[in-house]
């Protein structure tokens, strides 16, 4: 049986690689927030640009002080899935099929680093998002998995 490389080895490991898939989950998060409509979406595109604002590339430095945990996390749903399947090819359908999961487990990283958050902006945002945090990320789950399976391809290019 051929071992497949972890979910680290191929999305975390190489930098330019962790830099893409840190920029296009920016780039998600900015795109999901300019769609938001309503109170909530105002309220939400006000502190996102105040954030940004307040503390440049802000968004970025957020996904790259979660990445490592998040991927960690999905690990065991990659290796059951490769071996199952042999191939990353559907791993965004897993990710989605798990999406309450997943979330939970994120939620709970997200929120012990939100703990040790010293800038009164960021903790502030944080505390009015994180009541409907859940939803937001189940919501964005397809998203997710069509990105981290691009970038997984990407990474099994990158080493062959």
Do not use: C
Not at 94 to 116: C, F, M, P, S, V
């Amino acid at each position: 049986m051929t071992e497949h490389k972890t979910l680290y080895d191929l999305l975390i490991a190489p930098s330019l690689q962790r830099r893409h898939i840190i920029n296009d989950g920016a780039a998600l998060v900015r795109s999901r927030v300019s769609q938001m409509t309503g109170l909530k979406g105002m309220a939400l595109k006000g502190g996102l640009k105040t954030l940004e604002k307040a503390v440049p590339g802000a968004v970025d430095n957020i996904l790259d002080r979660l990445l490592d945990e998040g991927i960690e996390q999905l690990e065991p749903l990659y290796k059951a899935h490769v071996t199952r399947v042999g191939e990353v090819a559907g791993f965004g359908r897993i990710l989605e099929e798990n999406k309450d999961q997943i979330t939970d487990g994120w939620l709970k990283i997200i929120d012990r680093k939100a703990e040790r958050v010293t800038q009164k902006q960021l903790r502030g945002l944080y505390k009015s998002i994180r009541p409907k945090g859940h939803g937001y990320i189940v919501d964005a789950m397809p998203d997710i998995g069509v990105l981290l399976e691009r970038a997984l391809e990407n990474g099994l290019k990158a080493q062959s």
